[in-house]
């Protein structure tokens, strides 16, 4: 019973363009967002995230945007490089004194030059 | 100024044999999280400490499977005995607190034959 899923295993977008990677959550506790950023051989490595008092977080070329109503969260990539090839993890937290994570299953970008 | 320390890298074993993943968090952060990966389960929290004393591991799937963490600067998962279904990413994290940004270690691939 996944609570947060990310339905699209894998993305393949060209460089300089938009990359979308999405993410759908189930449990209305959650009001905290994250991305994760994972390289092969490695951990994942923190994004960028976002509070569920606001809509729109912005952090150089990425920003997630959060839909609370239809429990929906997207990161966009723009532009797409090369070096943003890995496999993005959305995870999700209930707020307040909980530090428990709950993560989807990720989604492997491939940027193509 | 080094990371969160995973050892073995790789760890490949017969099953009913006893495994054990080490980790060095951090220094100075009070909390650390162990966590696994697989492809049908995705990135699922086993067990969370704080201040070296475990608060949540109701993660932690079966009696096989303990952690314990003696001081501050280190922590151990064991398994014993070890099942092929327990071949996984296993992966450690620390962070100043349980609400702070986690830093995740490599991972210790583990296969159990």
């Known amino acids: 019973d996944q609570q947060v899923k990310q339905n699209s295993p894998s993305l393949s977008v060209q460089e300089g363009r938009i990359s979308i990677l999405n993410c759908d959550y189930t449990?209305?506790?959650?009001?905290?967002f994250l991305w994760y950023k994972k390289y092969p051989a490695e951990g994942p490595t923190f994004l960028i995230s976002?509070?569920?008092?606001?809509d729109k977080n912005e952090d150089g070329r990425f920003t997630v945007f959060l839909n609370k109503s239809a429990k929906h969260l997207s990161l966009h990539i723009v532009p797409s490089q090369p070096g943003d090839s890995a496999v993005y993890f959305c995870?999700?937290?209930?707020?307040?004194?909980?530090?428990?994570?709950?993560f989807g299953k990720g989604t492997l970008l491939t940027v193509n030059p | 100024d080094a990371g969160v320390i995973q050892s073995p890298r790789h760890e490949v074993t017969e099953m009913g044999q006893e495994v054990t993943l080490r980790c060095k968090p951090i220094?100075?952060?009070?909390?650390l999280f162990w966590y696994r990966q697989t492809m049908m389960r995705g990135l699922e929290l086993l067990i969370y400490?704080?201040?070296?004393?475990?608060?949540?591991d109701s993660g932690m799937p079966e009696d096989r499977f303990s952690a314990k963490m003696p001081n501050a600067s280190f922590s151990t998962l064991k398994i014993q005995p070890s099942e092929p279904r327990d071949s996984a990413v296993y992966f450690c994290?620390?962070?100043?607190?349980?609400?702070?940004?986690?830093?995740f270690g490599p991972g210790t691939r583990l296969t159990v034959l």
């Open positions: 994290a620390s962070s100043l607190s349980g609400l702070d940004e986690q830093f």
């Open positions: 449990n209305s506790m959650f009001d905290y």
């Open positions: 976002i509070s569920s008092i606001k």
């Open positions: 995870a999700a937290n209930s707020g307040g004194s909980n530090y428990k994570l709950t």
């Open positions: 220094s100075g952060h009070n909390s």
């Open positions: 400490f704080n201040n070296n004393v475990p608060i949540d």
